[in-house]
């Protein structure tokens, strides 16, 4: 392999390597092999048009336009629009709009995102314009050492995405160390050809052989091994000074804090965290990763929240978790506070089996409210107060999580009526102190528009039915997750005048205005119910965020309360006064375990409620919609497109083997001397001899057995087939040799060449045979003599034009 060739393949590698580091932004890594293969076809026409030679503009437009097409090939019929059948109208519509479509799909969904048509777009091409840029540095204008730029723009786009989502220090070590080696690697080929070029020998000499310089053994000489010796301790220092120290806060091996927000660590007791930091960002992007899956029995699926934990203290800044007490896990968890023995007897104790995803990895644990016992592994503590699982403290920065975790939930599913919490008492005094505070900078506004919502109101109750129909009925407010997330009291203020907002603006203000009511509130943090699929497991993503108040009734205990004008949100039938009925009505009731499975027949969308999509009763329909519109199936276009794509990718790399085998054929079958002499020489030029005409046939056939270092069989054949053209070119007629003697002379020669080279070589003379340069030589002449062909007719037809024409 020539130095340059050797320069391409590791730009190309260098580039792949790199790319490696954009695999955790998607949820799949299908689109690697499709970039690694464009990549290769790209670098492949880059290393011919070297050779042609063209220029480097004429290089560089070659492999992009080859690119172009490739992509359209890969991604034709992907955004189909009425722009027609045209290339360039697919240039500027179609394959426009797929791009346009895959840059809206990176706002939208969370990361690691679906691989969409559109993002694998992005992906592919993104790889494609930096292999490039890498190419046209390091091959084309021979300077190895600015393509580390390009290379360095992808990784730190790849790390600095990565560790925005996962909220770490960017991207893996590994990703760091494929990215490295791939550099250096380009660098080293690019010293050793540059050195080459002044006559020093790398690696083996050839057989039979000393060059000079060379020192002996196939070892490399000290350049290189300086070379690589510096690349490796390099690299090495990358990645070991970051982690040791501390300053630096891991460097790359760094896993990341372990907290969670804020607090800094999990003890005897509970620090103030914030769950809410990510939850905005969860509803506005289309995050479709499912984080927790679960069977039930509970009867009312509509009322299965999966709680994380309750934010009781609000500073004028922030709701958050107060500091409380941790206790260990009991067995079976104490009755919830509050709640009078009424209220537990029409209660019923439903079970719940959770699993959660890789991806989920926050300490407290997701459960149904209120939980009366746990069933999971691993070190968790119990809060009392708000009745949640943390994870323990596994060691230094290390804490227990969810991710991954299988574990049942025991639950209360309780049933209060309207009239129970209409006659409610007053509040336990502890409970009324610590849960009506109120910080000084809250604005008045809140509590007069408390006051005005809830006149004339005669009981706690009564007056949380007004809140949260103003709410969510009568206040005029829009549910909208695009606006600013501020959670402290100018923010309530705000989302009061501006009645814009999402679900924590909604349930903040609501709990901060039934406490400057003198009633106990909070806010609960968790999922919704999600959504329930055919097999009877209900699956909640990150789209399932939520957050919701909690208000607090002397002998139902905290009762929850839904403000939140969102789609799919079920509004607890106690907080509706007009409804008698203790569970919920028929359009919102969830099918029990034994009841009949959903009907399999599609339903249309525009026909099925909110509430009934949110449990999975819509039938498949919502499952074909995930899986895209269209006729369910590739066109016929397209189907041809793919095949005429892969066996142009099957032919295209043996067309020089198909040609010179053919070639051979010919000459070797036309019975003549000089044709069969011809095919010796290009043999030899396969193998890396090449020709000279200066020579006799007797001199150029000792030179083939001198460079070829043929075996005696061999040999003597080369001989003989010179000696045929000697005689065929000074001899009489009738002295020639038997041409048919004289083929397999050639074959048997062609042999022994191929088998006096290694094997890289061989597989080069068979595939890339460096004889196929007569064909471009024919071609050049062709078109010599055409275009002389064509001066020359021009010249003939301007003279026999008049003079006042040609004027």
Not at 333 to 349: C, I, Q, R, Y
Not at 727 to 746: F, I, K, Q, T
Request: charged share 15%; aromatic share 8%; proline share 7%.
């Amino acid at each position: 392999m020539s130095g340059r060739a050797r320069v391409t393949v590791f730009a190309a590698l260098a580039t792949l390597f790199t790319a490696w580091s954009l695999s955790p932004l998607v949820e799949s890594g299908g689109w690697l092999p499709q970039a690694a293969l464009l990549l290769a076809l790209q670098s492949a026409v880059g290393a011919g048009a070297r050779r042609v030679p063209l220029a480097r503009t004429l290089t560089v437009a070659a492999q992009l336009l080859v690119s172009l097409l490739a992509l359209m090939l890969l991604f034709g019929g992907k955004a189909r629009t009425s722009s027609g059948d045209g290339v360039f109208a697919y240039l500027v519509t179609d394959f426009g709009a797929l791009f346009g479509q895959g840059v809206q799909d990176v706002n939208e969904f969370a990361m690691p995102a679906p691989l969409t048509d559109g993002i694998r777009l992005l992906l592919v091409s993104g790889v494609l314009l930096i292999g490039l840029l890498v190419d046209l540095l390091a091959v084309t204008a021979r300077t190895a050492a600015a393509a580390g730029l390009p290379l360095l723009a992808l990784y730190s786009v790849a790390a600095g995405l990565t560790g925005a989502a996962a909220g770490s220090g960017g991207a893996s070590w590994f990703s760091f160390l494929l990215a490295g080696c791939g550099y250096l690697l380009l660098l080293l080929a690019e010293g050793r050809d540059r050195l080459a070029q002044w006559g020093r020998v790398f690696g083996a000499a050839p057989r039979g052989r000393v060059a000079a310089g060379y020192s002996g053994g196939g070892q490399a000489l000290a350049p290189v091994r300086t070379g690589r010796r510096i690349g490796a301790v390099a690299l090495g220092l990358a990645l070991a000074v970051p982690a040791v120290l501390p300053a630096l806060g891991g460097g790359v091996l760094g896993g990341g804090a372990g907290g969670d927000g804020e607090g800094t660590g999990i003890g005897p007791s509970i620090q103030a965290v914030n769950p809410l930091v990510s939850l905005q960002s969860s509803l506005n992007t289309q995050d479709n990763r499912v984080v927790l899956r679960y069977r039930t029995d509970s009867p009312q699926l509509s009322e299965q929240y999966l709680r994380i934990l309750a934010l009781d203290e609000f500073n004028g800044i922030k709701w958050e978790a107060s500091g409380r007490a941790l206790t260990d896990v009991p067995k079976r968890l104490p009755n919830p506070p509050g709640v009078s023995g009424d209220v537990l007897a029409g209660a019923t104790e439903v079970q719940t089996f959770i699993s959660s995803a890789q991806t989920y990895a926050q300490r407290y644990l997701p459960m149904p409210y209120p939980a009366t016992g746990v069933d999971i592994a691993g070190k968790w503590r119990f809060e009392p107060a708000g009745r949640t699982l943390v994870g323990d403290q596994l060691g230094k920065d290390k804490f227990q999580n969810a991710q991954g975790v299988q574990y049942s939930v025991r639950s209360l599913l309780l049933n209060p009526t309207a009239d129970q919490l209409k006659k409610a008492p007053a509040p336990n005094p502890e409970i009324a102190a610590e849960y009506t505070k109120v910080p000084d900078n809250l604005p008045a506004v809140v509590a007069q528009t408390a006051r005005e919502v809830t006149r004339g109101a005669k009981d706690d109750y009564t007056a949380a039915v007004r809140l949260q129909d103003y709410f969510a009925v009568s206040g005029g407010f829009r549910y909208d997750t695009k606006v600013s997330s501020g959670t402290g009291s100018a923010a309530i203020a705000r989302f009061l005048a501006d009645k814009e907002g999402f679900c924590v603006h909604f349930a903040f203000s609501m709990a901060s205005m039934a406490r400057t009511l003198g009633i106990p509130a909070r806010v609960a943090v968790g999922f919704t119910p999600g959504e329930k699929q055919s097999d009877g497991v209900v699956n909640v993503s990150m789209r399932d965020a939520h957050a919701w108040p909690e208000l607090y009734f002397e002998g139902v205990g905290w009762t929850r309360f839904e403000p939140t004008p969102r789609s799919g949100i079920t509004v607890p039938d106690y907080s509706r006064p007009t409804t008698p009925q203790p569970l919920p009505t028929a359009p919102t009731a969830a099918p029990s375990a034994s009841a009949a499975q959903p009907s399999a027949g599609p339903s249309k969308a525009e026909d099925c409620p909110p509430d009934q999509k949110k449990l999975g009763e819509c039938g498949p329909a919502a499952a074909r919609r995930d899986a895209g519109s269209g006729s369910g199936g590739p066109s016929a276009a397209t189907v041809l497109a793919w095949t005429a794509g892969g066996v142009a990718l099957l032919v295209l790399p043996v067309l020089p083997f198909l040609w010179r085998r053919r070639l051979r054929a010919r000459r070797l079958g036309s019975g003549q001397v000089l044709s069969a002499w011809r095919e010796l020489g290009d043999s030899a030029w396969d193998v890396g001899i090449a020709p000279d005409e200066a020579l006799s046939p007797r001199g150029a056939a000792d030179r083939v057995v001198s460079l070829g270092r043929l075996e005696p069989a061999a040999a003597d054949a080369v001989r003989r087939v010179s000696g045929a053209v000697e005689r065929a070119l000074y001899a009489p007629p009738g002295a020639g040799h038997s041409y048919v003697e004289l083929a397999a002379d050639v074959l048997l020669a062609r042999g022994g060449l191929l088998s006096g080279v290694s094997r890289p070589a061989r597989l080069r003379a068979l595939f890339f045979p460096r004889s196929a340069a007569r064909l471009r030589w024919a071609c050049a002449a062709r078109w010599a003599a055409l275009t002389a062909r064509a001066a020359s007719a021009t010249g003939r037809l301007r003279a026999r034009l008049p003079a006042r024409s040609r004027g």
